[in-house]
């Protein structure tokens, strides 16, 4: 016989949940973790339940940096415990609390036996920590699920909702990935590591619901540049134009007037343009603040072309161009450029290379 209790912290919104299995009346596992500052509270609530032995896993579903004192409590309170994490979780957990201890490695597909109850493990990654793994307990038909399904505050429905746009929504793709390992389980009861789900059925579903892929078929540009004097800005244009021309969907945006709703724009845009001309040997600021908020893990193999004037040097072109592709954007075409003012030759230039460009995209 089975039992889940939770020994997290409470405090509305900066409660956070922690299991502890305790199976035929010993407890076996502790899964997910609290913040340093709640350590005493934490040790405390385990030990009111763990009279008579001491866990023997510390099951993290993800880590985070702020469980990293917690962690040290755990190990000098109970020295044998051991601490079961993805191969990513142990080094992170390593790195984080710079210390060493008893590992369990956590595989897709493992179970652990706790003396007859049996958890199965699922590595779900990059929800939102890129070690995530789910634990799920067939017999109670139950799921921990880490940061996924958590939400802060006291009303469910509005917090995940908050937490997932806040958290997860840059990471539809693993959310759905996810979905998919767990669809043919029974699940009773999500077990996340902040807030309470009441109706599983209701939170799979808003899962679903927003993790779900764009509609198919129209692709979409955002032509991101700045300009001094026009000249970039004509090319900007000229790009936007070669772009619609081949049915894709572009929205340019000057970000010397403001980056944030280009930020928002590059988030979803099947491929990107960006452009600065070269001032003092580098590109404009506010250029370099979009592409400064590309997250790399969702972007990755997005076309995307650079573009800029310049008067003698043209340093922004390489820049921009290096930058792009250290962040593992696809770069199929070299930097479209013109000296100064576009002339009739270099506009020309810029259609053809533009058109070449879309090539990639809608393929
Ligand atoms: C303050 C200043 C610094 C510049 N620095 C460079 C430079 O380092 N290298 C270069 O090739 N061009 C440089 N230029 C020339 C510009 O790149 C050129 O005027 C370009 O056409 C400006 O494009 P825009 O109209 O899109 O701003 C500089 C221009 C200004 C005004």
Known sequence: MSNIFNVGIRGGSAAYNSYLIENDGVCKAIVGCVPESAADEYIDNIKSITKRNKPDYLILPNTQTCYAGTVARMIETYPEIKIAATTAGLRNLKEITNLKFNEYLVKDGGTLDLGGALLKF????????????????????????????????????????????????????????????????????????????????????????????????????????????????????????????????????????????????VKSADALAFGSPTVNKNALKPVWDVIASINPVLKKGTPCLVFGAYGWSGEALNLLQTHLSAIKMRMPIKPISCCFRPSDEEIKNAKERAAEFTAEVLC
């Open 122 to 265: 699922m590595i779900v990654p990059n929800l939102p920590w890129q070690d995530s793994m789910f634990a799920y307990f067939a017999s109670q038909k139950t799921l921990f699920t880490g940061n996924a399904f958590s939400s802060e505050g006291c009303d469910y429905a509005r917090g995940a909702g908050e937490y997932y746009e806040k958290f997860l929504s840059p990471f539809s793709d693993y959310v759905r990935n996810a979905l998919n390992r767990i669809k043919d389980l029974e699940v009773d009861i999500i077990y996340p590591s902040r807030g309470v789900v009441s109706d599983v059925k209701s939170a799979l579903e808003s899962y679903a619901k927003w993790s779900k892929e764009k509609a198919e078929g129209i692709k979409t540009a955002a032509v991101v540049y700045a300009s001094t004097d026009g000249c970039t800005r004509r090319l900007a244009e000229v790009i936007a134009e070669a772009f619609t021309n081949r049915g894709i969907k572009t929205e340019v945006f000057d970000v010397s007037e403001g980056t944030e709703r280009a930020i928002e724009a």
